[in-house]
């Protein structure tokens, strides 16, 4: 049975892997992913809308977009958000859908990307290595105001660093996928 400081560290640590992934699909690859749109806000009746509110977004092969609003009359306001987004992709209107092309990457910019990568997944490294440091730091003051046993501040400790690695392994897993997907080309 695992401890409460162990389930609650557990907890952060998948915390902390969810917001990995969330900030490496903001990674840009060589594919077209709708999520590569997720940051576009588009001004809709003067309220800053998310794109996916106000259209709909499909990828109609591995290197384009489609975008269809539900409104032909926020074309115009669609087509000012995605150039001011920091994309790198010019929009084509047809007066009924917006196309979008996903550009090659250059092998420069794909090793850039790669660093990147390996930031901010060292980030969430230390993020992890963080959260099995509170937890020994609580093990401590349990241990000294004799809260909890020796053995048991062991046996709880030795159950922390084993999840520590686990999720070290998940995250060191994310960055290969990831710097595989982006040097595919």
Not at 67 to 75: A, D, H, Y
Not at 112 to 135: F, G, H, P, T, Y
Not at 137 to 163: F, T, Y
């Amino acid at each position: 049975m695992a401890s409460p400081l162990a389930t609650a560290s557990k907890d952060n640590m998948e915390k902390a892997v969810q917001n990995l992934l969330g900030e490496l699909k903001k990674v840009r690859t060589g594919r077209a992913a709708v999520s590569m749109l997720d940051n576009i806000k588009v001004n809709y009746y003067g309220t800053p809308t998310p794109l996916n509110q106000v259209s709909a977004l499909s990828t109609p092969d591995a290197r384009s977009f489609l975008i269809s609003p539900w409104e032909s009359s926020i074309l115009k306001e669609i087509e000012q958000a995605i150039v001011k987004s920091d994309l790198g992709m010019s929009p084509m209107n047809d007066g009924k859908v917006i196309r979008l092309k996903v550009p090659e990457l250059t092998e420069d910019r794909r090793k850039d990307l790669v660093k990147n990568i390996k930031k901010i997944c060292e980030d969430a490294r230390v993020a992890v290595r963080m959260i099995r440091r509170d937890a020994n730091d609580g093990l401590k003051a349990s241990l000294k105001d004799k809260a909890i046993s020796e053995d048991d501040n062991k046996r709880q400790q030795e159950e922390v660093q084993k999840l520590t690695d686990d999720y070290i392994k998940k995250i060191d897993q994310l960055a290969v996928d990831k710097e595989k997907e982006l040097m595919t080309v």
